[in-house]
T-cell receptor, first 114, second 115 residues
Framework: QKEVEQNSGPLSVPEGAIASLNCTYS??????FFWYRQYSGKSPELIMF??SNGDKEDGRFTAQLNKASQYVSLLIRDSQPSDSATYLC?????WGGGADGLTFGKGTHLIIQP | NAGVTQTPKFQVLKTGQSMTLQCAQD?????MYWYRQDPGMGLRLIYY???????DKGEVPNGYNVSRLNKREFSLRLESAAPSQTSVYFC??????????????FGPGTRLTVT
């Protein structure tokens, strides 16, 4: 069974700084990786997915993948108070049966300090 | 286009009672999922369905049953609720986005309390 590890935090970052969120995974064969943002009491919202080694940028967000080290990260530039949320790292697949459910980490609680 | 819908939004049960959580998606997705989320535990996969008529167990299936009624609907049933099943339940469906990857869309969740 896949395992996904995240530091639960809270991670406190000043407004305008770069927030760096990290995730490691156990299955070396994993192919696709996702970052979700979840506000308190709400459902997870997809921010980024990545499947190739290296960086992938989308606006203020950059996902980084290093399959050799089994490490995924999410950078948030110019952090805003609205970025305060729990960030969930997830790995796709491994459940068989032709469907691809996600295995989630426990999430990192990010606080952006005004 | 409503996406993924779930009913009810909130429910309180007594130990031993039964109930069914309903989920529907209008995006014509083949695969659907049920997750539960507990404080400090992240989301864990309960059951999933790759297509109409098929269901499979995920990480934490004990105490639950599911039905994939048709392509749109995927229900989760608790036959005899226990306090350990107090949780927030999310239904999801997915969309292939190429390169062997998928996006999963989540419903708004059902907050269940078992006393």
């Amino acid at each position: 069974q896949k395992e996904v590890e995240q530091n639960s935090g809270p991670l406190s970052v000043p407004e305008g700084a770069i927030a760096s969120l990290n995730c490691t995974y156990s299955d070396r064969g994993s192919q696709s990786f996702f970052w979700y943002r979840q506000y308190s009491g709400k459902s997870p919202e997809l921010i980024m997915f990545i499947y190739s080694n290296g960086d992938k940028e989308d606006g203020r967000f950059t996902a980084q993948l290093n399959k050799a080290s089994q490490y995924v990260s999410l950078l948030i530039r110019d952090s805003q108070p609205s970025d305060s949320a729990t960030y969930l790292c997830a790995v796709l697949g491994g459940w068989g049966g032709g469907a691809d459910g996600l295995t989630f980490g426990k999430g990192t609680h990010l606080i952006i300090q005004p | 286009n409503a996406g993924v819908t779930q009913t009810p939004k909130f429910q309180v049960l007594k130990t031993g009672q039964s109930m069914t959580l309903q989920c529907a998606q209008d995006m014509n997705h083949n695969s659907m999922y049920w997750y539960r989320q507990d404080p400090g535990m992240g989301l864990r996969l309960i059951y999933y369905s790759a297509s109409e008529g098929t269901t499979d167990k995920g990480e934490v299936p004990n105490g639950y049953n599911v039905s994939r009624l048709n392509k749109r609907e995927f229900s989760l049933r608790l036959e005899s609720a226990a306090p350990s099943q107090t949780s927030v339940y999310f239904c999801a469906s997915n969309l292939p986005v190429g390169q062997g990857s998928y996006e999963q869309y989540f419903g708004p969740g059902t907050r269940l309390t078992v006393t």
